[in-house]
């Protein structure tokens, strides 16, 4: 007979694996009638550690979970290199999952890391229906998302951004602005922060979604069907890449800009201002957003029953280009 596993002990208590490691490693709260649970299977079981569940015993595994959208976006990439490059120097290594914006990736990869014992997980997605994060059993820390009051958020002033975005077009003259954004829901600062604006000048909003998930040709097509009915004379765009994907439909068009029409993005990456310099866009402290969220992430390993301090968002500044 196969020598049982701690996938094995967490079955039979009905428990996660990492529930099972802190009963073993007698770490973090867990109610008594886990505690004797897990030691119920383990006896049942005849459980004994070994190979590398022995080797996790009392001490950590050095490795930080980081859940992204998508590696493509180039927000999200530099977000990742300043996370690893932070988190390094503490010396813990990343495992990076890029879910391509599908909840159901991301729930694999959380259960996923949480079977491989990371010491914590950094998630900066998006996918609201994602409900795992709630029974997850290890430090959290989220980037632009809200997932619980116990879960700290490190975040750029998105309120701010979307001010700065709108009062901009409108100060340049735009009287019909179009925001495009991935979704649109009342935790969306900068969508909120948009119609606020605009509402203020008596001006009717114009908002568009088109979900995280949908990919970049469909996601060009309705981009350039949504320009096309609402007679936008600019366009705010919630990142930057749905920017572009504007100015590529103004320049198919034979729309001036900025004359004819405004555009300002959203996040201003390294990579999109090597790419399009003249882009007015908000750019976010992307170095500082990894650096802060590796601190925390540390901190929470440290210390995982810490209530979590509320973090400030960080500023945002708005960058002109020749766009606008």
Not at 2 to 22: E, N
Not at 182 to 207: K, L, M, Q, S
Not at 289 to 294: C, T, Y
Request: charged share 25%.
């Amino acid at each position: 007979m196969a020598r049982p596993k701690l996938q094995d002990v967490a079955t039979r208590a009905g428990v996660s694996v990492t529930t099972v490691s802190r009963v073993l490693n007698n770490r973090g709260y867990l109610s008594d009638e886990v505690r004797a649970r897990v030691n119920a299977a383990i006896a049942e079981l005849g459980y004994r550690p070994d190979g590398i569940a022995r080797s996790l015993i009392g001490r950590k595994s050095g490795l930080v979970g980081v859940i992204v959208p998508t590696v493509a976006d180039p927000f999200f990439g530099e977000l990742v290199a300043a996370i690893e490059n932070a988190l390094a120097e503490r010396g813990y290594k990343v495992l990076l999952c890029d879910c391509q914006e599908n909840p159901e990736r991301e729930a694999e990869y959380l259960d996923l890391l949480q079977a491989n014992r990371v010491d914590g997980v950094i998630t900066s997605t998006h996918n609201r229906e994602v409900r795992g994060y709630d029974a997850a059993e290890l430090p959290l820390v989220a980037v632009d998302r809200r997932i619980g009051p116990r879960v700290p958020i490190v975040r750029g002033d998105n309120a701010a951004g979307g001010r700065l975005a709108t009062e901009h077009l409108l100060a340049r003259g735009a009287r019909r602005p179009l925001l495009v954004t991935a979704t649109d829901h009342p935790g969306n600062d900068r969508a909120r922060a948009y119609r606020d604006v605009v509402a203020a000048h008596g001006i009717e909003p114009r908002v568009r979604a088109y979900g995280y998930s949908t990919p970049a040709d469909e996601r060009r097509a309705l981009i350039e069907t949504w320009l096309a009915e609402t007679g936008a004379d600019a366009v705010f765009a919630t990142d930057d890449l749905t920017a572009l994907m504007a100015l590529e439909w103004a320049h198919k068009t034979g729309r001036r800009v900025p004359d004819d029409v405004r555009i300002v993005g959203y996040d201003g990456s390294a990579a999109v201002r090597l790419g399009m310099p003249g882009l007015t866009t908000v750019r976010q402290p992307i170095a500082r957003l990894g650096a802060r969220a590796a601190e925390l992430i540390v901190d929470r390993i440290a210390d995982p029953d810490a209530p979590p301090a509320a973090e400030p968002p960080l500023p945002v500044e708005l960058r002109l280009g020749w766009t606008s």
